[in-house]
């Protein structure tokens, strides 16, 4: 399995951009898709996920209302849109994929994840 995560950027505060990570290797029917991301000097973080069966998403406090995940089945692609971005939005984002099940309290655990993207960065300028 393969994951590749891009649109990642440089913008403003306030700004947008939308993140795309494409599975190869393996037809999705089901299973979980999740996006983390790190900050230089900080763990890595939970921001969203998502069934591939069913709507189900799971989504971080921090960026509830701002961010939204979604997927397209027949490309095997996840996005994450991402609205009012702040400064402390800034870190490379990755994505995953978990084979099988997850109930929603543990869509937000990076264990529970079996294969990660290479990541792409994300910076917001003040």
């Known amino acids: 399995v393969q994951l590749q995560a891009s649109g990642g950027g440089l913008v403003q505060a306030g700004g947008s951009l939308r993140l795309s990570c494409s599975a190869s290797g393996r037809t999705f029917s089901s299973g979980v898709m999740g996006w983390f991301r790190q900050a230089p000097g900080k763990e890595r973080e939970f921001v969203a996920s998502i069934r591939w069966r069913d709507p189900a998403t799971n989504t971080a406090d921090s960026v509830k209302g701002r961010f939204t995940i979604s997927r397209d089945n027949a490309k095997n692609t996840v996005y994450l849109q991402m609205n009012s971005l702040k400064p402390e939005d800034t870190a490379v984002y990755y994505c995953?994929?978990?084979?099988?099940?997850?109930?929603?309290?543990?869509?937000?655990?990076?264990?529970?994840?079996?294969?990660w993207g290479q990541g792409t960065q994300v910076t917001v300028s003040s």
């Open positions: 995953a994929a978990k084979v099988g099940r997850l109930i929603i309290s543990a869509m937000g655990l990076a264990s529970q994840y079996d294969y």
